[in-house]
């Protein structure tokens, strides 16, 4: 398709458990983002991948937390053991170049993860 | 103090109101700034960019003062399908360059 495409939209899982979320990234994009946005509440930065360069991990809660991009395209979030506040909908967003300068974030319909 | 800052709202207003949201940020060096729109449950969609000159797409209107670290977004003839959450967004200058993202102002518009 020709939009950012998460998988899966809904994932329920019980406490303690990993989970990976998918996203496939618009082709040509070399600058990929993860957030996550909790029920009313604001989009929360985790990580950032462009290109090549090293990614900006800053904002991953714990280290329960990792992601990887390989081949400069398809990204996986994994977070191990999950926990109860964990629950949120992740959003991916990629970008063709840096967005600090467009600004422009295609994002993706996100993953919502329950955690029991 | 958050980076930046928006007032939640909600705003309810009857439709063909005119309504404006105001979003102040705290990094003088900041250089870019963009409002994108959040409907319920949907992903977050860039809307326009804001010039230093100010620029308007249609019925909205989008301004920045740098002197006072606001930018401005302006809705005239407001319809039901504006109805959504108003994200400010401006980019964190210097070495760490990011895009900071405030929490949103809710608008609602009424029959």
């Known amino acids: 398709g020709a939009g950012v495409s998460q998988s899966p939209s809904n994932k329920v899982t019980e406490k303690g458990k990993d989970v990976e979320l998918r996203c496939d990234p618009i082709?040509?994009?070399?600058?990929l983002y993860w957030y996550r946005q909790s029920l009313g509440q604001g989009l929360e930065f985790l990580i950032y991948?462009?290109?090549?360069?090293?990614?900006?991990k800053s904002g991953l809660p714990s280290d329960r937390f990792s992601a990887e991009r390989t081949g400069g395209s398809v990204s996986t979030l994994t977070i191990q053991r999950t926990q109860q506040e964990d629950s949120a909908v992740y959003l991916c967003?990629?970008?063709?170049?840096?967005?600090?300068?467009?600004?422009?974030?295609?994002f993706g319909e996100g993953s919502r993860l329950t955690v029991l | 103090r958050k980076e930046v800052e928006q007032d939640p709202g909600p705003f309810n207003v009857p439709e063909g109101a005119t309504v404006a949201f105001n979003c102040t940020y705290s990094?003088?060096?900041?250089?870019?700034f963009f409002w994108y729109r959040q409907d319920c449950r949907k992903e977050p969609k860039l809307l326009m960019s804001v010039y230093s000159s100010g620029n308007e797409d249609g019925r909205f209107t989008a301004q920045l003062n740098r002197a006072s670290q606001y930018i401005s977004l302006l809705i005239r003839d407001s319809k039901l399908s504006d109805s959504a959450t108003y994200l400010c967004v401006v980019n964190r200058a210097g070495n760490n360059r990011k895009l900071i993202w405030g929490l949103g102002t809710s608008l609602a518009v009424n029959p």
């Open positions: 967003a990629s970008s063709p170049g840096p967005p600090v300068d467009t600004g422009e974030l295609f």
């Open positions: 990094n003088s060096a900041s250089q870019s």
């Open positions: 991948f462009q290109g090549n360069s090293a990614p900006d």
């Open positions: 082709s040509g994009h070399t600058a």
